[in-house]
């Protein structure tokens, strides 16, 4: 390993404004803009901010969720979407600026929210990502579950969830594989070796592609979902593609750690790249 690989290794950072530029070339393929409830940033600040990093583009992907009990349950509109992210492409085709910008949605739980999947599955999208945010009737970390359930509980229920979802298929990409380590921390992730290449294999057969997000990097220096661990199991068992993604709310988490998890596939001999029109192609 060269020393400036040992460096990126070691660089966990977790202030807010270290965040410079990336690799050139990478593509931040989870962002979540105005669109979803829980951001109030416009598509276009993030535009401006991947061209400052160097980013090649980036994915929307709004937060599609159909659960009554979520707070932003039918939040997403479509129609409103396209307009302005057309609107945006468009004036970024005059001024000239090469920045791909996608359009993609994070579906919670499709095996659970069906008839409203199928029915966004027909509209045109980039990418479709599924997700698994919900146990036990609440958010994984929320506090109310934290503090009823133990981690190992929380862990068992999630993955019986993502089980389901990774069988239920018909999307492109599977988010944030072990989640609740974002909240629950690292050792509460282990001892679940079997069924998550239970999944791994489940995905994999279906040719869905793993995203490898970013957020616990500067949440709780933790390393990227999934652990390296699990991205190992995945090349072993034969997957190879995955997406990276910084899971952004706001500007200065855009484009965040993506060059740690880029150097992380890279080593495991994982292809990183992106999806357009629903078809993944290598950085
Ligand atoms: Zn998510
Ligand atoms: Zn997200």
Redesign the pocket.
């Known amino acids: 390993m060269t020393d400036r690989e040992l460096k990126k290794e070691n660089q966990i950072s977790n202030e807010t404004d270290g965040n410079k530029g990336v690799e050139p070339g990478l593509f931040d393929m ?1 962002v979540h803009s105005s669109f979803s409830a829980d951001s109030d940033t416009g598509l276009a600040e993030y535009a401006v901010r991947a061209g400052e990093l160097k980013l090649k583009g980036l994915c929307f992907t709004e ?1 599609a969720d159909y659960n009554p009990g979520e707070e932003d349950y039918d939040f997403f509109s479509y129609q409103d979407f396209i307009i302005s992210l057309k609107n945006l492409q468009d004036s970024l085709k005059k001024s000239n600026t090469e920045l791909y910008l996608l359009k993609g949605i ?1 579906y ?1 739980e499709p095996h659970l929210y069906h008839r409203k999947f199928q029915e966004l599955k027909e509209k045109s999208f980039d990418m479709i990502m599924a ?1 698994v ?1 919900w146990v036990k009737g609440g958010f994984v970390g929320d506090q109310e579950i934290t503090a009823k359930y133990s981690p190992r509980e929380i862990f068992s229920v999630y993955y019986d969830k993502l089980l389901k979802t990774a069988k239920f298929g018909g999307y492109d990409v599977l ?2 594989f072990d ?1 609740p380590r974002r909240y629950l921390g690292a050792e509460a992730a282990r001892g679940f070796a079997r069924i998550e290449s239970k999944i791994l294999k489940v995905l994999i057969e279906q040719d869905i592609v793993l995203e490898v ?1 970013t957020s616990p990097v500067r949440k709780a220096g933790l390393e990227p979902m999934p652990s390296a661990r699990i991205l190992s199991e995945y090349y072993r068992l034969g997957g190879r593609k995955v997406i990276l993604g910084s ?1 952004a709310h706001s500007l200065e988490e855009l484009g965040r750690d993506l060059d740690q998890a880029y150097s992380l596939v890279q080593k495991i001999g994982l292809t990183a790249g992106y999806f357009k029109d629903r078809t993944f192609r290598p950085c």
Do not use: L, Q
């Open positions: 989870h937060h994070e919670s997700a945010h988010a944030h989640f997000n899971d």
